[in-house]
């Protein structure tokens, strides 16, 4: 079993945290695991986007060839990172907010993450956290549990409380 994971974003939304923690949890579950990353020169507002190669056996390849599951929380991120998902078994999972005009590919989940985010946690800051929950759901790689841990492990501790609120709330959306 491999799978390849893309997410993307802007810059200050957290999507390289939130591959960083997802490799993390994959990691303490015992399985091989290669992130990257890669981010516009800009702080804020430019491009962002990691990816996570997940397997069970030895990797030899440490860049995505064809990813299993793309989060693009842009529609610039949409766009541009979309391709190359598999039109059978690919899935695409968008920011319904964020992402009006969703790209012409058969697998799209929409979900409100920023919105659940900034409504029900109550920051935009928490958004990343979010759509990790949302993944975690989705691409069944790795356990809620195990997220958890993760995520307790990487964020600072006096926001631990609103991220697994915001961890749970991405799991539950889905």
Do not use: C, W
Request: aromatic residues 4%; positive net charge; charged residues 20%.
């Amino acid at each position: 079993m491999m799978k390849q994971l893309r997410l993307s974003g802007s810059g200050g939304q957290g999507v390289i945290t939130a591959a960083i923690i997802f490799a993390e949890a994959a990691m303490n579950e015992g399985k091989q695991v290669v992130q990257s990353q890669s981010y516009g020169p800009e702080a804020r507002g430019g491009a962002s986007k990691a990816e996570i190669v997940i397997s069970d056996e030895k990797i030899y390849h440490p860049k995505i060839v064809s990813p299993d599951i793309v989060l693009s929380l842009t529609q610039k991120a949409a766009d541009k990172y979309y391709k190359g998902l598999d039109q059978n078994n690919g899935l695409l999972v968008v920011d319904e907010d964020l992402v009006p005009n969703i790209p012409d590919f058969p697998n799209v989940v929409k979900v409100p993450v920023t919105r659940i985010a900034a409504e029900k946690v109550g920051k935009m800051l928490f958004t990343n956290i979010v759509a990790l929950g949302v993944l975690v759901k989705l691409s069944q790689l790795i356990s809620l549990e195990s997220a958890k841990k993760a995520v307790e492990k990487r964020v600072p501790p006096h926001t631990i409380e609103q991220n697994m609120k915001a961890l749970q709330l991405g799991y539950d959306a889905v």
